[in-house]
């Protein structure tokens, strides 16, 4: 497991899952995942992508095991989320790859494939927003004046716990995944959580979406309260070649809730775009 160090900035650690044969040219497949989580995240998908592609999943600077050696209250922006995937890439020898982010490694997706169009072949934006919408800032709230906010008052415990309930999860998923998911996530710390929640909040990827040149897949879930109508508005708005898919669930988690469907859509997408 890999970490890109580098002069004052942070590392970036990073998942190589790679069984492709060795004598083929197989394609990268970047997987960022998103708020509150890392690469390990991806382990429903890996097994179902690992032979096909090299799939490499990094952690969020902050995240997982990447640095988080750096102002909390400047360093989350899209264009230095989008030049961390850069340098991984850079430092790897990748000059072009697939990308595939769920939630705000989606919305990272939307600034890197803008940003970067000579280097993403294909995009797949795995209900991730291109904002975040008035509906859930309030909702992340939770009562409170804000979502950061709401994170420090609450802590990430309990703040998770109420907006897994409500937005991310259904009430049939296996509660054994929930203390998993809640644990691991709890760990990143009030702090980082706190400032990403800000950085969601303050992003808006609309000014780099009509420099995307990659075919893009949006998957949503139907009636999502994070990816909704008006993220897909905006995106039908702005982007060339964009699909839409919506999966057979309105939680926000597609990626744990449906990974086979998404994983047999988002190969789908990459095999028309070869």
């Not at 590392?11 to 690469?39: E, F």
């Not at 990748?94 to 982010?101: L, S, T, V």
């Not at 086979?260 to 859509?265: G, I, L, V």
């Amino acid at each position: 497991m890999p970490t890109l160090f580098r002069k004052e900035l942070p590392s970036l650690h990073y998942i190589i899952c790679d069984y492709t044969d060795p004598w083929k040219n197989a394609p990268y497949l970047i997987l960022q995942h998103g708020y509150g989580r890392n690469g390990f995240f991806w382990y429903q998908w890996i097994p179902q992508l690992c032979r096909q592609y090299r799939v490499i999943c990094p952690d969020l600077r902050g995240h997982g095991q990447s640095g988080k050696d750096f102002d909390l209250a400047t360093g989350f922006t899209l264009e230095n989320l989008s030049d961390d995937v850069i340098a991984i890439a850079d430092s790897l020898g990748i000059e072009q790859f697939h990308y595939a982010g769920e939630s705000i490694g989606g919305l990272v997706g939307l600034a890197t494939a803008g940003r970067y169009p000579d280097r993403v072949i294909s995009l797949t934006n795995v209900s991730g927003p291109v904002f975040i919408s008035a509906g859930a800032r309030t909702a992340y709230a939770l009562g409170c004046s804000s979502w950061p906010e709401a994170i420090r008052k609450l802590g990430p415990r309990q703040w998770l716990e109420r907006t897994n309930a409500s937005t991310r999860f259904p009430p049939t998923m296996d509660p054994g995944f929930l203390r998993w998911y809640t644990d691991t996530v709890e760990k990143t710390g009030t702090d980082v959580l706190a400032a990403l929640a800000q950085f969601a909040i303050d992003a808006d990827a609309t000014p780099y979406l009509a420099k995307i040149t990659a075919p893009v897949l949006c998957l949503y879930p139907e009636r999502g309260a994070i990816a909704n109508d008006e993220q897909q508005k905006a995106l039908e708005r702005n982007v060339r070649n964009l699909t839409v898919r919506h999966v057979s669930t309105t939680y926000h988690m597609i990626q744990h809730i449906v990974p086979d469907e998404c994983t047999t859509a988002l190969q789908e997408h990459i095999a028309h775009c070869s």
